[in-house]
């Protein structure tokens, strides 16, 4: 039987968990929700939220992902603090709020979010200095977790 996952495509967060899905094998629908429509707002989807939640649902999915757990809290924490947080305001002001008609880009919003990515990054760029992936033993929750954020990386 397969895992519902409701949410849009075009949502990192939903991104996020099909990139477990599929890493780990695991069968899935997808069942979209317009987000344009507000159908993200509508009391159907609140009730099964699996997107709102991705971080929870890609842990769900993969409770024994070999990593020592010093090292996956500080990444997690940095990825979450640091890289998800940012890239999510710099999204959102440089490109989903003129195409939602929410106006121009806060340039002060944009230089702190980029502060924090650069942040992010250089300590992302000391870790896999010594390995090709964030996880210790191969690519695993932590790279999948930014994996939908990388696509945007150019346009911000």
């Not at 099909?18 to 890493?23: M, S």
């Not at 344009?36 to 009730?47: T, V």
């Not at 924490?77 to 959102?92: K, V």
């Not at 996880?135 to 929750?141: E, T």
Request: charge should be negative; charged fraction near 25%; include cysteine.
């Amino acid at each position: 039987m397969a895992v519902k996952i409701y949410g849009s495509i075009q949502s990192t967060c939903t991104q996020r968990v099909i990139f477990t899905a599929l890493e780990l094998g695991i069968d899935y629908d997808l069942h979209d929700i317009n987000m344009m429509n507000g159908e993200h707002k509508s009391a159907s989807y609140i009730l099964a939220k699996s997107a709102k939640d991705s971080g929870k649902t890609a842990l769900y999915f993969c409770t024994n992902e070999p990593v020592t757990v010093d090292l996956r809290e500080q990444l997690a924490s940095i990825e979450y603090s640091n890289f998800d947080s940012s890239m999510a305001r710099l999204g959102y002001e440089k490109m989903f709020k003129r195409f939602m008609d929410k106006g121009e880009a806060n340039d002060v919003v944009v230089e702190a979010a980029t502060r924090n990515l650069l942040d992010a990054l250089d300590h992302f760029d000391k870790v896999l200095t010594n390995r090709p992936y964030l996880s210790d033993h191969g690519f695993g929750l932590l790279d999948i977790y930014d994996a939908p954020w990388i696509n945007f990386l150019p346009t911000i």
